[in-house]
T-cell receptor
Framework: EPEVTQTPSHQVTQMGQEVILRCVPI?????FYWYRQILGQKVEFLVS????????KSEIFDDQFSVERPDGSNFTLKIRSTKLEDSAMYFC?????????FGPGTRLLVL | GENVEQHPSTLSVQEGDSAVIKCTYS??????FPWYKQELGKGPQLIID?????GEKKDQRIAVTLNKTAKHFSLHITETQPEDSAVYFC??????????????FGKGTHLIIQP
């Protein structure tokens, strides 16, 4: 069964450093998403992406964040200058028509 | 924007009993309501969803009901088993079919099945 994959599974970085989180969505899906989940809290929507551009973004997704689909298979989330409060689990999701399928997540720890 | 409230935060039931988790939403434009199960260290997995033109949907031991007038929807799990132990999230979105709308999640319910 096709699934969303994410790399790395864990990332530790120093405050102020740039990180890139990578996702490979399900191959025939057209809509892509990033969510985050701070430890013990609910999953929060960051951004959606369709037809090579951002469709919708939340107030969390400020100028420090960017997304890109550099080729036909990868979907990336870049955090330009990480803050302590960026520590969270980041989930990628993709959708063909209605159901969003989530990847296993990348746990980001900012020190 | 949309706000989704979920109750209870923790639910402990005896194996074999039923479990009910309830959610309310604020935006009457929301028309798609999925439920996700999240096991420790994994991403959310869809278990069932319902659209606004349907009042109830069932899939084996799992059912979801939707009351659009009251803006609430519920997850029902019957004959609970140990493997049902997980965190369950309800969610809502405006897009039902097509569209890139993000999901608004509830805070989650930690379901514990007691043997």
């Amino acid at each position: 069964e096709p699934e969303v994959t994410q790399t790395p599974s864990h990332q530790v970085t120093q405050m102020g450093q740039e990180v890139i989180l990578r996702c490979v969505p399900i191959s025939n899906h057209l809509y892509f998403y990033w969510y985050r989940q701070i430890l013990g809290q609910k999953v929060e929507f960051l951004v959606s992406f369709y037809n090579n551009e951002i469709s919708e973004k939340s107030e969390i997704f400020d100028d420090q964040f960017s997304v890109e689909r550099p080729d036909g298979s990868n979907f990336t989330l870049k955090i330009r200058s990480t803050k302590l409060e960026d520590s969270a689990m980041y989930f990628c999701a993709s959708k063909g028509w209605e159901t969003q399928y989530f990847g296993p997540g990348t746990r980001l720890l900012v020190l | 924007g949309e706000n989704v409230e979920q109750h209870p935060s923790t639910l402990s039931v005896q194996e074999g009993d039923s479990a009910v988790i309830k959610c309310t939403y604020s935006d009457s434009a929301s028309n798609y309501f999925p439920w996700y199960k999240q096991e420790l260290g994994k991403g959310p997995q869809l278990i069932i969803d319902i659209r606004s033109n349907v009042g109830e949907k069932k899939d084996q031991r799992i059912a979801v009901t939707l009351n659009k007038t009251a803006k609430h929807f519920s997850l029902h799990i019957t004959e609970t088993q140990p493997e049902d132990s997980a965190v369950y999230f309800c969610a809502a979105s405006i897009g039902s079919g097509g569209g890139a709308d993000g999901l608004t999640f509830g805070k989650g319910t930690h379901l514990i099945i007691q043997p």
